[in-house]
């Protein structure tokens, strides 16, 4: 995912800090200004992180970052997906074993809450270990 980012100051050699805007989902269809996704988006918070610095930006330049698609894909399935997944599969589970409507739907519950403190873990562990890494690819916005 590429974005534009302003250099906040050089860490090391090679590696910049950049302040990032969070994207908006709609800001590649349109620009509207008036649904209001767009309204809240433009109050993004905006992100400090490091990127890997090949061309030499200086602090107050505009550069173009890109960070690893596959990792916030990856991200993304295991918090929006697999909790769901699990609460389908306990509920199901639950019915096969003839189980009550309401202790299958537990058994579901039991499952959606264990896919969620899943992608909680995971989250905490890639922030320590494996964090999304930014690159900067473009000097100029």
């Not at 990792?71 to 909790?83: E, K, Q, R, T, W």
Request: hydrophobic share 45%.
């Amino acid at each position: 995912m590429r974005q534009t980012a302003q250099v906040i100051r050089t860490v090391s050699p090679g590696y910049v800090e950049v302040k990032v805007r969070r994207a908006s989902a709609c800001a590649s269809a349109h620009n509207c200004g008036s649904c209001d996704h767009c309204s809240f988006m433009e109050n993004a918070p905006e992100i400090v992180v490091v990127a890997e610095d090949d061309r030499g930006a200086q602090v107050g330049d505009t550069v173009t970052v890109e960070s690893a698609t596959s990792s916030v894909l990856g991200a993304a399935v295991l918090l929006y997906i697999v909790p769901f997944i699990l609460f389908f599969s306990g509920y199901l589970m639950g019915m096969s074993l003839q189980w009550t409507e309401g202790a299958a739907i537990g058994l579901g519950g039991i499952g959606f809450v264990l896919g969620l403190l899943a992608a909680i873990g995971l989250d905490r562990y890639r922030k320590h270990h494996k964090p999304v890494s930014f690159k900067v690819v473009a000097l100029g916005g």
